[in-house]
Nanobody, 125 residues
């Protein structure tokens, strides 16, 4: 069983950048497909980006494509989300999630077995 802890959230002006990290422990990190999701107040939790176990394949929601970059360092058991050109509509709690022994990246919440506690990202206009 893996434990996930996000960090790096905060308050930023529109157009700015943030880098989120997700530290994993208690499991074999490269055995998990990893994903980032977000949830804004009053909205459903939605897929943001996902990455394969090796890091060789990445997938993005259309709303963040070209602005966000997901990556992972399997030697450091850490997942990242580099967020550039942030917009007020990116404001949400961001969660990292792990999908054990998956062979592909899913954008569906139910596919993921483990979740972090979330980190708040607020983008001011």
């Amino acid at each position: 069983q893996v434990q996930l802890v996000e960090s790096g959230g905060g308050l930023v002006q529109a157009g700015g950048s943030l880098r989120l990290s997700c530290a994993a422990s208690g499991g074999t990190f490269n055995g998990y497909v990893m994903g980032w999701f977000r949830q804004a107040p009053g909205k459903e939790r939605e897929f943001v980006a996902g990455i394969s176990r090796s890091g060789g394949s990445t997938y993005y929601a259309d709303s963040v494509k070209g602005r966000f970059t997901i990556s992972r360092d399997n030697a450091k058991n850490t997942l990242y989300l580099q967020m550039n050109s942030l917009k007020p509509e990116d404001t949400a709690v961001y969660y990292c999630a792990a999908d054990y022994a998956a062979n592909f990246v899913s954008a569906t919440r139910r596919a993921y077995d483990y979740w972090g506690q979330g980190t708040q990202v607020t983008v001011s206009s």
